[in-house]
């Protein structure tokens, strides 16, 4: 990963019944163990049922006040999950977006 990233959380899964991040300097370990994630190395986790919207949202929330980067791509990506709660009118607030275009390019873009 891009040295640029280091200190950075890339939200990679947020679609399914787990939330994974990546932050590989682990600058933010505490705030992320506080909301509920467990740190397995480099990654987060958070197991959150599908039909918790509410929760969801306040997740998605504190990691937009974090910085997060929010991976883009097809499906349901990180960035199109926060773009679907914007359009449902339940995040108001712009978001980081990280586009990958090859190992180690990539585009951020705030939404």
Do not use: C, H, Q
Not at 66 to 72: I, P, W
């Amino acid at each position: 990963m891009s040295d640029i990233l280091n200190d950075k959380i890339i939200v990679v899964e947020l679609a399914g019944k787990e939330i994974i991040l990546r932050n590989t300097s682990n600058n933010f370990k505490n705030e992320l163990i506080a909301m509920g994630f467990r740190n397995v190395g480099s990654e987060y986790f958070l197991v959150l049922p599908i039909e918790d919207i509410d929760n969801r949202v306040l997740i998605i929330n504190k990691l937009i006040d974090l910085g997060g980067l929010f991976s883009g791509g097809n499906g349901w990506a990180p960035s199109e999950v926060v773009d679907y709660y914007k359009e449902k009118g339940l995040i108001s607030a712009k978001y980081n977006r990280i586009s990958w275009k090859a190992p180690g390019k990539f585009t951020i873009s705030t939404e």
